[in-house]
């Protein structure tokens, strides 16, 4: 199983990033997906979860109302749409699936 994420970088407060995850090596549609964060001297903390067939989703209070989580099954790809971005975003993002495996993370920082 690989996991692959992408997208993160630099922004400013208030602005907007789309992480993706491309899986390979599993039946993507099977598993439930998750996207994760860890920022520097903290725990890995679970910010959102898709269900397999993308019905049902499940968001951390801190970021409800501001992130997306979707996927795309005919790609194999789970996506975090990433809105009004504050600098307590700031961290490493991880994709996981509910097999247990881990992405390496992409870094997403923000800062004016």
């Known amino acids: 199983v690989k996991l692959v994420e992408s997208g993160g970088g630099l922004v400013q407060p208030g602005g907007s990033l789309r992480l993706s995850c491309a899986a390979s090596g599993l039946t993507f549609s099977s598993y439930a997906m998750s996207w994760y964060r860890q920022a520097p001297g903290k725990e890995r903390v679970l910010v959102a979860t898709?269900?397999?067939?993308?019905?049902?989703?499940y968001y951390a209070d801190s970021v409800k109302g501001r992130f997306t989580i979707s996927r795309d099954n005919a790609k194999n790809t789970v996506y975090l749409q990433m809105n009004s971005l504050k600098p307590a975003d700031t961290a490493m993002y991880y994709c996981k699936t509910a097999l247990g495996y881990w992405g390496q993370g992409t870094q997403v920082t923000v800062s004016s």
């Open positions: 898709i269900s397999r067939d993308g019905g049902g989703t």
